[in-house]
């Protein structure tokens, strides 16, 4: 939880308040997944369960405490749209619409059966990054999601997501040094 809180404060909010065509090569088409309200705001996806699995992490995030085994953090669960990800493996770059989305769960120790190590406790928050060149200021939108929201309205422009992803991001601002399933397959820099 401590890391959920953490990216709060930093960002100053709170995350706890379609038809699927692909593009062609033209990453300036977008793949047109991502469904938005009248009032802008991301509408949560339906089929999540559907995404592709790019990587995990767990206390690796927003806060600046060590890791430790007795307060391991939060568990991160990246996934990726499926038609964002065909395009990306056929093309090696995102497509606009692509989306990712970041899942926080908390730590649970000892789970029964009591065996060592950590899994995956309750949902604490979503956040869903959305790489559009033509939509968004910063040519990507981050929407921040309660467990159980259906909506989000995107974190203003300039915000601390967007300055970390452009800074420490291995491709196109975003963490594919922590993706495995796609890390190999980004093209030299």
Known sequence: MRNIVAFAVCL???????????ASGDPSENL????YTASGELAFPDNVDEWIHLGSAIGHGYSALAFTAADPGTIHVVLMEPSAYRYFLEHKRYADGTMLLLSFYGTQAAPQPELNGFTQANLLAREIHVIDRRRFEDQRGFFLFAPDAQASPMVPAGNECVTCHAEHGQFDSTFTQFYPVIRDLIPPQ
């Open 32 to 35: 047109g997944v991502a469904d």
């Open 12 to 22: 100053g909010v709170s995350p706890l308040c379609h038809a699927q065509t692909p």
